[in-house]
């Protein structure tokens, strides 16, 4: 089944050892998008790709990076995590919004700094 | 600013009965809305898009739109306790492909 796929599920870290999320997508979609979600929080935009355009949101911190190395994969940097880090990290992908504007979400990836 | 404002919740439904979940949102140009559910601790799964005015059904769910009065709606017929769970309003912002999502309401189905 064509899917998006999040890795790890679930995260622990140490306050400011660097951490990276995976999300990988075998819908062939061109879009890729990061969210951060706190609890009972609307999932927030943290940055997006278009093919390999970054587009980064005014208000992602410059401690979270991103890299899209192809179509298939996306990659999620916390270069130094601090508590206020911790969450939930979704990815989500959609097509060429000239083809369909509907968006999947992965399963999502539990961070938890110590 | 672009926004998405829904009421929290909970809205409480007694099962079987019709849930009624509202959305308001902001940007005049937007053209494209979502409704997602999201159990507690999971991520949101799309349920409903819906682009031009009026109604779109799909089994239990039908979603409304007013681009108008900039609303949308989510009704889900014959409630069940398994629609429990947070539903989510996402809008598109005009000229882009970034979606704005609303705090969600929290559904609670009374067995």
């Known amino acids: 089944d064509a899917m998006v796929i999040q890795n790890p599920r679930y995260q622990v870290t140490q306050f400011g050892k660097p951490v990276t999320l995976s999300c990988s997508q075998t819908l062939n979609h061109n879009v890729m998008y990061w969210y951060q979600q706190k609890s009972s929080q609307a999932p927030k935009l943290l940055f997006h790709?278009?093919?390999?355009?970054?587009?980064n949101e005014a208000d992602t911190p410059d401690n979270f990076q991103s890299r899209r190395p192809n179509t298939s994969f996306c990659f999620l940097d916390i270069r130094s995590p601090g508590l206020g880090d911790a969450a939930m990290y979704l990815c989500?992908?959609?097509?060429?919004?000239?083809?369909?504007?509907?968006?999947?979400f992965g399963p999502g990836t539990r961070l938890t700094v110590t | 600013q672009k926004e998405v404002e829904q009421n929290s919740g909970p809205l409480s439904v007694p099962e079987g009965a019709i849930a009624s979940l509202n959305c308001t949102y902001s940007?005049?140009?937007?053209?494209?809305f979502f409704w997602y559910r999201q159990y507690s601790g999971k991520s949101p799964e799309l349920i409903m898009s819906i682009y031009s005015n009026g109604d779109k059904e799909d089994g239990r769910f039908t979603a409304q739109l007013n681009k108008a009065s900039q609303y949308v709606s989510l009704l889900i017929r014959d409630s069940q306790p398994s629609d429990s769970a947070t539903y989510l309003c996402?809008?598109?912002?005009?000229?882009?492909?970034?979606?704005?999502f609303g705090t969600g309401t929290r559904l609670k189905v009374l067995a």
């Open positions: 790709y278009y093919d390999k355009d970054f587009n």
């Open positions: 989500a992908t959609s097509r060429d919004p000239g083809q369909s504007y509907e968006q999947y």
């Open positions: 940007d005049r140009g937007s053209q494209s």
């Open positions: 996402a809008v598109i912002i005009s000229g882009t492909y970034k979606y704005i």
